[in-house]
């Protein structure tokens, strides 16, 4: 039986070139899986960076809701504390008064007077001490803090000459003290009002930075997600057409030489594993 001879169009290009396609062949011999490897670390890439971006906005939210906390909570508290306790010193101050010119015991509403002035330093002074000494930021609250200091100090200094006056028995002597103390008392809450007003307008700002970074960093996870979505199917279906395609093709080929024609080709000259199974044998 004489031995069928099939010609191959290409045979020369592969007789020239066979030594340097097997040798790129042996390099790239899973170019196929490093597609498919190239695909999972595409995904793996995009759900890392939702993954850091997620965790690094977390992060700036966290420190910002601590803010929040801060400005918007503890730091009107304790103005609020102060306010309350100058509120109740300067009541106390005028009880003082009312009792020496009614010629009643004193004792008890100075005792009383004195604890309520000395509640309203606490707070006072650590809310002040809260204060950045430079910022431009905290420069309307130290500003109202320092004016609330003066005026106490002012309020303090009618405080004990009443309490001379008191002691003396001069009644007048007391009472123009607690007249000449009203206004820098009246003050001093003012400025307490003021500092409450600026640190909630702080943290309301505070609060709407906070929403805005969470608006974003949603949209920016969505959109990283989807653009890794969109980025995997598309290399998804590169890679499946690549295989498929020549695959098909070499049915058809091998169809084709199962009826007896030896003259198909695949067509495919790619130096992955389908190129290296599509090169036609010289003889069949």
């Not at 004195?114 to 509640?119: E, F, L, N, P």
Request: net charge neutral; proline share 3%; with cysteine.
């Amino acid at each position: 039986m004489t031995a069928v001879t099939a010609t191959d169009p290409n045979a020369g290009f592969h007789a020239q070139s066979g030594g340097r396609r097997r040798g790129l062949a042996r390099v790239a011999d899973l170019r196929i899986g490093v597609r498919l490897a190239a695909l999972g670390a595409v995904l793996c890439a995009v759900l890392l960076g939702v993954g850091i971006y997620t965790i690094s906005a977390l992060g700036t939210v966290s420190g910002q809701a601590q803010s929040i906390n801060t400005n918007g909570i503890v730091h009107p508290n304790n103005l609020h504390l102060a306010r309350s306790s100058m509120l109740e010193a300067r009541m106390d101050f005028v009880k003082v008064v009312v009792a020496a010119d009614e010629h009643k015991d004193t004792a008890a509403a100075i005792a009383t007077l004195q604890q309520a002035d000395q509640s309203v330093d606490q707070p006072f002074n650590e809310y002040r001490s809260t204060l950045d000494p430079v910022s431009s930021t905290d420069a309307s609250k130290r500003a109202a803090m320092t004016d609330a200091a003066n005026n106490l100090a002012a309020w303090r200094n009618q405080k004990d000459i009443m309490l001379a006056s008191v002691a003396k028995g001069n009644g007048a002597g007391a009472y123009a003290a607690m007249v000449a103390a009203a206004p820098y008392g009246a003050k001093v809450g003012a400025d307490l009002d003021a500092a409450v007003a600026s640190e909630n307008a702080e943290a309301k700002g505070t609060a709407a930075h906070v929403q805005s970074i969470s608006n974003s960093t949603r949209t920016m996870a969505i959109g990283l997600l989807v653009g890794g979505v969109v980025l995997a199917a598309a290399l998804i279906v590169l890679t499946t057409l690549g295989i498929t395609r020549p695959l098909r093709k070499a049915v058809t080929v091998l169809d084709a030489v199962g009826d007896g024609d030896f003259t198909g080709r695949i067509g495919v000259d790619s130096k992955d594993e389908i190129g290296q199974m599509s090169e036609p044998p010289l003889e069949s």
